[in-house]
């Protein structure tokens, strides 16, 4: 098993539990106790995890650090493709969308229906691939500075090719999605970008699975009252539900 796939092994451990023991995620994993410590303790520096004597204990909630992105690949994927395939049927004939960043921006993108015809403008060149073979589907990819991993690309280029473009509806990748803190991200650059694409865009909807609801990253994006909707694979929390409908913002999920 791969580190990536030990470490959200333990994070969905711990979601379920709160508490795990060190010797308990050795027999799940089928590693060594050293190894298992070695795991926790990168989860830690992270600030996704407390270790405690024998094992650890879910973090407080924080803005902390991003997983990378093969870790958030292999997360929620059944919840992202959901997601993707919710956000899909929004398109309409004749429109030009905006498809984000991030790995449930890429599950948007590759549910697409076949019969869409329009125009898709994008910040991420995983999303760009998945659609440059579309026949009708015009392809338009931001340039600036790319971000290994999700190859993202983001700087004073970026802004200005979306602060350019007229959208119908975009789709805003996310860090987390709180009721007081509104839509957060990581990075700061791809923070910008968001917010020239709220500016400029008709109708603007978050993705964020159920595991970034309530949860606040290190760089706001705007308040929930800048969105339109949020995409999502379940019910969100009373806080956050209560906030989205004080903002006129609609809950989109299965």
């Known amino acids: 098993m ?3 796939q030990r470490h959200q ?20 994993l089928g590693v060594s106790h050293e190894t298992v410590r070695r795991d926790l303790a990168i989860l830690e520096r992270r600030a996704l995890l407390v270790r405690v004597h024998g094992g650890a204990t879910s973090a407080p909630s924080g ?21 993707g395939e919710l956000a899909a049927q929004l398109l309409r004939p ?23 015809r329009g125009v898709v403008a994008t910040c991420s060149l995983l999303v760009a691939a998945e659609l440059a073979g579309r026949p009708g589907v015009e392809v338009l990819v931001a340039g600036g500075r790319v971000r290994q991993g999700d190859l993202a690309v983001s700087n004073a280029h ?11 509806v975009a789709f805003l ?15 700061l650059d791809e923070v910008a970008t968001k917010r020239v694409i709220l500016a400029h865009t008709a109708r603007t909807y978050v993705l964020a699975d159920s595991s ?29 539900a209560s906030a989205l409908v004080r903002a006129g913002a609609e809950v989109i999920n299965p």
């Open 63 to 83: 803005t902390g650090e991003e997983l990378s992105y093969l870790e958030r690949s292999t997360s929620q994927s059944e919840a992202k493709a959901v997601i």
């Open 2 to 4: 791969l580190p990536a």
């Open 212 to 240: 970034k609801h309530g949860r606040v990253a290190a760089y706001r994006v705007c308040a929930l009252d800048g969105l339109s909707g949020l995409i999502t694979d379940g019910e969100p929390p009373p806080a956050l």
């Open 94 to 116: 004749g429109q030009t969308v905006i498809i984000d960043v991030g790995t449930t921006a890429v599950h948007v993108a590759r549910a697409v229906p076949p019969s869409f």
């Open 158 to 168: 970026t802004l200005g090719f979306f602060q350019d473009l007229r959208a119908d």
């Open 9 to 28: 092994r333990i994070i969905e451990a711990l979601g379920r539990k709160g508490t795990v023991r060190t010797e308990d995620l050795a027999a799940l």
């Open 173 to 187: 990748g996310s860090g987390g999605v709180d009721a007081e803190a509104g839509l957060t991200d990581y990075f």
